[in-house]
T-cell receptor, first 109, second 115 residues
Framework: DAKTTQPPSMDCAEGRAANLPCNHS???????VYWYRQIHSQGPQYIIH???NNETNEMASLIITEDRKSSTLILPHATLRDTAVYYC??????????FGAGTRLTVKP | GAVVSQHPSWVICKSGTSVKIECRSL??????MFWYRQFPKQSLMLMAT?????????EQGVEKDKFLINHASLTLSTLTVTSAHPEDSSFYIC???????????FGPGTRLLVL
């Protein structure tokens, strides 16, 4: 599975949009982009995933560039409860999931 | 839907004893379950992949005789840490995939402290 690169940390003001970038320049055509988050001392929580098209659900939006070499997770109105480590993972089908270091997002009042 | 539970949520044991952790998919059948561990301030590390009715596949560096995995049904996988030592103290997390599905759903984790 392709490797991903994320900034180690980001801050965001409460109520503002949080835009979390991820680079995956070696992604192959059949690899999906997944986003999970882990709030302190809990198991990872699934957020969203996509292949080529932009995706939106009740939690977030996922914007994937046309060349698929990078993506951005958008939390439209961040709250204090969105403070967590966010992981971007690329993966084929039901293969195992490999976690990188992720981005520690801190939402500040 | 797609809820995964783990039991116990935390456990303290003496060095040399064995500890069993259960992972259950509550509302779906999971042909594949995964076991991870996470040390403080680190990311999740995959330990093994468990398929129902067959032997688990372990990652390099993970001792299969120390971390026994049993996936006897489509809703239950167990991880037994045998002869636990203080260095086995960690946060153990399981995940499960729906049959034919793409998304992994994670359990809440089990915190193990070996004294």
């Amino acid at each position: 599975d392709a490797k991903t690169t994320q900034p180690p940390s980001m801050d965001c003001a409460e109520g503002r949009a949080a835009n979390l970038p991820c680079n995956h320049s070696t992604i192959s055509g059949n690899e999906y982009v997944y986003w999970y988050r882990q709030i302190h001392s809990q198991g990872p929580q699934y957020i969203i995933h996509g292949l080529k098209n932009n995706e939106t659900n009740e939690m977030a939006s996922l914007i994937i560039t046309e060349d698929r070499k990078s993506s951005t997770l958008i939390l439209p109105h961040a709250t204090l409860r969105d403070t967590a480590v966010y992981y971007c993972i690329v993966r084929v089908g039901d293969n195992d999931m490999r976690f990188g270091a992720g981005t520690r997002l801190t939402v500040k009042p | 839907g797609a809820v995964v539970s783990q039991h116990p949520s935390w456990v303290i044991c003496k060095s040399g004893t064995s500890v069993k952790i259960e992972c259950r998919s509550l509302d779906f059948q999971a042909t594949t379950m995964f076991w991870y561990r996470q040390f403080p301030k680190q990311s999740l590390m995959l330990m093994a992949t468990s398929n129902e009715g067959s032997k688990a596949t372990y990652e390099q560096g993970v001792e299969k005789d120390k971390f026994l995995i049993n996936h006897a049904s489509l809703t239950l996988s167990t991880l037994t840490v045998t002869s636990a030592h203080p260095e086995d103290s960690s946060f153990y997390i399981c995940s499960a995939t729906l049959a034919g599905g793409e998304t992994q759903y994670f359990g809440p984790g089990t915190r193990l402290l070996v004294l």
